[in-house]
């Protein structure tokens, strides 16, 4: 998601929701799609006003399921770019792969995760099995609420605005479970790429893996284990979660 411009033009910067379309029975909607167009061009918005329930929360309300822009429908599962800080566990200690600037009003991209800006991933890259990776999380919640709504439009990917990009369709892994919605440019704590995983449901939410698994995880795990989950290749052993 969010390749940067080249001498052959921009990025159409559509999400991997849009890109996955196929695969949920939706070949209808995905040939709607100009993909030789920006993701913000007439056509491609109008597509976007489509739903697809896939990419909500049974659970939410419907005012929750809106975007920041008029008449196009949000997205409640997102990327896992991957963990920030240092390694849990690590001997001697390190940090989980960063790109960007963590002090800029979207605070920077993980690069430990599956899903994250300008990168392709293989099966081979998953070192710690797809078993006990993260893939996608739920951000379905309200919690905290302030400033500008974290949900953004299911087809918008990421900006490559160098050291400050953002990402729409991805999020690192910051915070704990349930923690924090807010962004708020201004503050160092509620950076835009940090959004917390959220649910509408009480104790956890919900996380896909990278073979495939669904699993709710618990508000109150680890958040060290958190971390360890979020990261393809830390090759730190995990227990029982």
Request: charged share 15%.
């Amino acid at each position: 998601m969010g390749r940067p411009q080249s001498t052959e033009g921009p990025t159409n910067n559509f999400s991997w929701l849009v890109y996955i379309l196929p695969m949920l029975e939706q070949n209808a909607l995905y040939d709607q799609f100009n993909f030789n167009e920006y993701y913000t061009t007439t056509n491609n918005r109008a597509a976007a006003m489509n739903r697809v329930e896939t990419y909500f929360c049974p659970s939410s309300r419907n005012a929750d399921q809106k975007s920041n822009v008029t008449n196009v429908w949000a997205m409640h599962y997102l990327g896992l770019a991957g963990p920030i800080g240092a390694v849990n566990g690590a001997n001697p200690t390190r940090n989980y792969q960063f790109a960007g600037n963590n002090s800029s009003s979207h605070g920077g991209v993980g690069q430990s995760g599956i899903l994250t800006m300008n990168q392709n991933r293989t099966f081979a890259d998953i070192t710690d099995g797809t078993t006990n990776t993260l893939l996608a999380g739920e951000f379905s919640g309200r919690v905290g609420l302030t400033g500008s709504s974290p949900l953004r439009p299911w087809l918008q990917g990421a900006n490559t605005n160098g050291s400050n990009a953002a990402m729409y369709c991805c999020k690192n892994i910051k915070k704990t479970i349930n923690e924090e919605a807010s962004y708020v440019g201004s503050d160092p704590l509620k950076r835009f790429n940090d959004v917390s995983t959220s649910s509408q449901h009480k104790g956890g939410a919900q996380f896909l893996l990278g073979d495939g698994g669904v699993r709710f995880l618990s508000e109150n795990i680890n958040f060290g284990t958190y971390q360890n989950l979020a990261s393809m290749d830390d090759e730190i052993p995990i227990g029982e979660f």
